[in-house]
């Protein structure tokens, strides 16, 4: 069974930074390219980051080029996102998954209705506020 942990969310400054971890389990993690997605409260879920299974290529949203970075630990069956110089808009509650092929950047109504998605974890809240 599929098993999906975020945590590293909190109260932040503007200009501050994080870093989320997630914890993955119950599938072959380094045959899967991975994902981070962010939720902003009644508005859209945004894919923000990937990275390949080998190789650890990553690709970012327009929104969080050059502030965030995607890495992952295959040995841990962990993914994790350092997001530096953040911004107010960058409050949101912040998921892993598996990545399916969307488009980096793409936007849904709701993260968990996100078609081909089995489980999402509980997600960790980011808050950028002075």
């Known amino acids: 069974q599929v098993q999906l942990v975020e945590s590293g969310g909190g109260l932040v400054q503007p200009g501050g930074s994080l870093r989320l971890s997630c914890a993955a389990s119950g599938f072959t993690f380094s045959s899967y390219n991975m994902a981070w997605y962010r939720q902003v409260s009644g508005k859209e879920c945004e894919l923000v980051a990937t990275?390949?299974?080998?190789?650890?290529?990553?690709n970012y949203a327009d929104s969080v080029k050059g502030r965030f970075t995607i890495s992952r630990d295959n040995a841990k069956h962990a993914v994790y996102l350092r997001m530096d110089s953040l911004k107010p808009e960058d409050t949101a509650v912040y998921y892993c998954n598996a990545d399916l092929g969307y488009s980096i950047g793409a936007l849904f109504s709701v993260c968990a209705a996100i078609p081909d998605y089995d489980s999402w974890g509980q997600g960790t809240q980011v808050t950028v506020v002075s």
């Open positions: 990275i390949t299974g080998v190789g650890g290529v990553a």
